[in-house]
């Protein structure tokens, strides 16, 4: 959608209803149908009927409902109230899912979490938010609100639920502090990068190596597809992350241990 347009809609507020309406209706065409086979293949790699998966930065669920198709029990962790609602409503009676209404990050604490117009750019990190602004990703787009959330960790969830097979971290910007607060490998996991913000990547996969989790691939977008046809090792990935010049790239980093 064009930034003139998406603004006039934020002020009109209307952005939040018709958004919701076009993604009713393209949930029901043959492309959506597609995409949900193609994200149950590719996540089926990582996830097995009865496994435990953590959806961190989870939103409204879309990660969730893809890990319980597969059979796994989902914990569904995110700050924002107004996903919380979304989760609680969308799973409400759903033994398989556990909603946890705090942040994630290197130690337990308070914080204060920046709330955008759209949910799935809500951060923790200024940073991060600051480095998108000036690269003008998402230009059309405010933080301009807070909320104090609570703050807990990885061990803290893996202490409470269990050792998971599976972690979606995706945390616009605040990935390097959610897996410093894990000090050992689960099965695999994943965590967004974007260029504007690549050094906290790096960071984030040789602290995955220290602890365990020495091979690592990635996915470009939403393409649902591993782009190396070989899992490398921290440095390796590190260098191709450093490599990447296109400003409008971004995608996830997947690692998992030696095997």
Same mark, same amino acid.
């Given at each position: 959608?064009?930034?003139?347009?998406?603004?006039?809609?934020?002020?009109?507020?209307?952005?939040?209803?018709?958004?919701?309406?076009?993604?009713?209706?393209?949930?029901?065409?043959?492309?959506?149908?597609?995409?949900?086979?193609?994200?149950?293949?590719?996540?089926?790699? &990582?996830?097995?009927?009865?496994?435990?998966?953590?959806?961190?930065?989870?939103?409204?669920?879309?990660?969730?409902?893809?890990?319980?198709?597969?059979?796994?029990?989902?914990?569904?962790?995110?700050?924002?109230? =107004?996903?919380?609602?979304?989760?609680?409503?969308?799973?409400?009676?759903?033994?398989?899912?556990?909603?946890?209404?705090?942040?994630?990050?290197?130690?337990?604490?308070?914080?204060?979490?920046?709330?955008?117009?759209?949910?799935?750019?809500?951060?923790?990190?200024?940073?991060?938010?600051?480095?998108?602004?000036? =690269?003008?990703?998402?230009?059309?787009y405010r933080w301009n609100r807070t909320v104090n959330v609570t703050?807990?960790?990885?061990?803290?969830?893996?202490?409470?639920?269990?050792?998971?097979? &599976?972690?979606?971290?995706?945390?616009?910007?605040?990935?390097?502090?959610?897996?410093?607060?894990?000090?050992?490998?689960?099965?695999?996991?994943?965590?967004?990068?974007?260029?504007?913000?690549?050094?906290?990547?790096?960071?984030?996969?040789?602290?995955?190596?220290?602890?365990?989790?020495?091979? &690592?691939?990635?996915?470009?977008?939403?393409?649902?597809?591993?782009?190396?046809?070989?899992?490398?090792?921290?440095?390796?990935?590190?260098?191709?992350?450093?490599? &990447?010049?296109?400003?409008?790239?971004?995608?996830?980093?997947?690692?998992?241990?030696?095997?």
């Amino acid at each position: 959608m064009h930034d003139s347009l998406v603004r006039l809609l934020f002020a009109l507020r209307l952005y939040g209803p018709l958004r919701s309406t076009a993604e009713r209706i393209a949930a029901l065409s043959p492309a959506h149908a597609r995409r949900e086979r193609a994200m149950g293949a590719f996540y089926g790699r &990582f996830v097995r009927p009865g496994d435990l998966c953590f959806d961190v930065g989870a939103n409204v669920g879309n990660r969730t409902e893809v890990f319980l198709a597969l059979g796994a029990k989902v914990v569904a962790v995110d700050p924002q109230p =107004s996903c919380v609602r979304a989760l609680r409503k969308r799973y409400d009676g759903d033994f398989r899912v556990i909603v946890v209404t705090r942040a994630l990050g290197e130690r337990e604490g308070e914080a204060e979490f920046l709330l955008s117009d759209a949910s799935t750019i809500s951060s923790l990190s200024r940073d991060w938010i600051e480095a998108v602004r000036r =690269s003008g990703r998402f230009r059309a787009y405010r933080w301009n609100r807070t909320v104090n959330v609570t703050v807990t960790t990885l061990d803290r969830l893996i202490e409470e639920h269990g050792i998971p097979a &599976f972690v979606k971290i995706d945390v616009e910007g605040y990935e390097l502090p959610v897996l410093r607060g894990l000090s050992r490998p689960v099965g695999a996991l994943s965590f967004e990068f974007v260029p504007e913000f690549i050094d906290a990547a790096v960071a984030a996969a040789r602290h995955l190596d220290r602890i365990g989790m020495t091979r &690592f691939n990635y996915s470009s977008g939403e393409s649902m597809s591993l782009a190396l046809s070989e899992w490398v090792g921290a440095e390796e990935i590190a260098g191709l992350l450093e490599s &990447f010049a296109d400003p409008g790239m971004w995608g996830d980093v997947y690692a998992r241990g030696d095997r």
